[in-house]
Each structure stands twice: as structure tokens, then as C-alpha cells.
């Protein structure tokens, strides 16, 4: 069953990543974000990331696309602008580069991992024998606790961040410098 | 679910970590060959988002994968979530950032393609 959802998920996740970069109109691969971040949901939801599951439907399929779909309606692009006519030689090449990029991940996946780690059946629960104090994986709990004990350094670094990024944000779209 | 599949019985060893680190490298060449070669501006920061989503399915799939041994530290597991957590939280900061920089690009020039963008070149 588990099998079935991963095998489901993942084609979901792989066929509308490329639908969104294959489309003319940004519409279109905004409209295909949804059901890739629904998939990668679902992954995460497999692989015991529950609350990290939460935070990727609320913040992508919530914040991110919405804004995405605002900024497309805002700048309104004319049918004469979506033009792509990028020659045969410059789309050979990316798609060998990609291909390239997709064949060195595999065989990583294949290879790099077999001797160091061992290749996990993920299928099967967690045993609670190794992990006697946290069951859960990824729990509120069990995330909440090294963040805010072990990490805390980060945690604000990245609070600033976002608040850097929303005051530059503003800035730069104001119509004045 | 009380119900199995004829083909793909309980445990058929499909979903293992490899598995998910392929799916993780083809989103990512996806993504990359987006960033690359599509000529619009909002298509290539989706792209980019989707590159970022393919590293946080990494990392989701190694925490997963090394919370089973027993050798690995405490919370080694839980830290490989918080990493993907931060990868978020950074996403959405150059969402923001890249989103107001297209604004500002279009309402200057009143295009978004990336070959426009010559002001620099030589």
C-alpha cells in the first residue's frame, strides 16, 4: 500500500514538474504547481516528515503559489511576449546538461550510496527498538525540540532573514526609489 | 486499508531510499533545465522552486533513512527535517525578493523575457 502511494505520488510530482517548466503561459505552470505540491505532500507524509508535510502544504500550496498567481495577474503579459522561440542548438544543449545533471544523481543513487549507507526499505515502520525515547519521526515534538534547543542560532538568524527579505521586497516594489 | 493490490503486494521493497533519491534528482534536472532554458522570468523562479523542493525531498528521504540506526546520533534524524524546514524558509524569502525584482523589471521595461536583459552585457 505504501509502495502504491509512493509510486503514485512520485509520478505525479515528476509529470507535472514537467508540465510547469514545459508550458507557454506562466498561468498554466502555476495551475501545475498544485498537484506537484500535493505529490511532494504526499512523499513527505511517506517518509515520516508529518509536520514537515504541514509546513510545505501551508507555506507553497498556501503562500508561494498564491503569490506567483497575484504577480502573473498584476504584470498581465500579452500573448506576443510569451513568445519562446529559442533556437534547436541552445535547447539541445540544456536538455543534455539536464540530462546529464539527472544521470549523475542516479548513479549516486545507485552506486554512492551502497557501500556507507544502507539502501532503507522505507516501506516498513520504524522499528521503536532504536528509538526508544521518540517514536514519532517527525512529530511536533521531536522537531520542536532540537530547534529550539540546538538550533536556536539559526532559527533567529532565519526570522531575520524573512524580515529582511519582506522590507526589500517592499522596497524594491515601490514606485519611487 | 484492509484492501491489497493484485501487482504491488504490501512490501515490495519499491519505496527504499534510492528510489526517493532518484525522484529527488529527476525533479532537480527538471528543474535545472528550466532555469536554463525557458526564456520567461516567472517560469524560471518556479523553476527554481522546484530545484528547492527536489533538495528538501533529500533531505526528508536521509532523515528517514537514518533514523532506523542505531549508531546515528540523537536527533541526527529530526536535524536532516529542520535543514529542509530552513530550505523553506529561505524559499519563501527569494520568492518575495525575486517576485519584487520581476515587478520592478517589468514596470521598467515592460517585458519579462531574459533576453531583454542586456543592460550589462560587455
Not at chain 2, 57 to 66: G, P
Request: net charge neutral.
Amino acid at each position: 500500500m505504501k509502495d502504491f502511494a509512493f509510486i503514485l505520488s512520485a509520478v505525479v510530482c515528476v509529470l507535472s514538474a514537467a508540465a510547469i517548466v514545459s508550458r507557454k503561459n506562466p498561468v498554466y505552470s502555476v495551475v501545475f504547481m498544485l498537484p506537484f505540491f500535493l505529490g511532494m505532500t504526499t512523499l513527505f507524509v511517506l517518509l515520516d516528515a508529518t509536520f514537515l508535510a504541514a509546513i510545505q502544504m501551508i507555506v507553497y500550496g498556501g503562500a508561494i503559489l498564491v503569490v506567483f498567481l497575484f504577480v502573473i495577474m498584476l504584470i498581465n503579459l500579452k500573448p506576443d511576449e510569451l513568445r519562446e522561440d529559442f533556437s534547436m542548438k541552445s535547447w539541445f544543449i540544456s536538455c543534455v546538461g539536464a540530462g546529464l545533471l539527472a544521470a549523475t544523481f542516479a548513479l549516486f543513487a545507485y552506486r554512492g550510496t551502497r557501500p556507507n549507507v544502507e539502501d532503507v526499505h522505507f516501506a516498513k515502520p520504524l522499528e521503536a527498538k532504536s528509538r526508544p525515547h521518540q517514536t514519532e519521526l517527525g512529530s511536533v515534538e521531536n522537531i520542536a525540540y532540537p530547534l529550539f534547543e540546538k538550533q536556536m542560532i539559526p532559527f533567529e538568524l532565519a526570522s531575520v532573514l524573512i524580515i529582511v527579505a519582506t522590507l526589500g521586497a517592499v522596497l524594491l516594489s515601490k514606485k519611487k526609489m | 486499508m484492509g484492501f491489497d493490490f493484485p501487482l504491488l503486494i504490501a512490501d515490495a521493497g519499491l519505496m527504499r531510499l534510492s528510489s526517493c533519491l532518484i525522484v529527488g534528482g529527476i525533479i532537480f534536472a527538471i528543474g535545472a533545465w528550466g532555469v536554463v532554458a525557458r526564456r520567461n522570468l516567472l517560469i524560471v523562479l518556479i523553476s527554481l522552486e522546484l530545484m528547492l523542493n527536489a533538495v528538501n525531498l533529500v533531505f526528508a528521504s536521509f532523515a528517514r533513512a537514518h533514523a532506523g540506526s542505531d549508531t546515528a546520533p540523537q536527533y541526527a534524524a529530526e536535524n536532516g527535517q529542520l535543514f529542509a524546514l530552513f530550505i523553506i524558509a529561505v524559499a519563501a524569502a527569494e520568492a518575495a525578493v525575486g517576485l519584487a525584482i520581476v515587478i520592478t523589471w517589468f514596470r521598467n521595461r515592460e517585458t519579462v523575457d531574459t533576453r531583454d536583459m542586456k543592460e550589462m552585457k560587455n
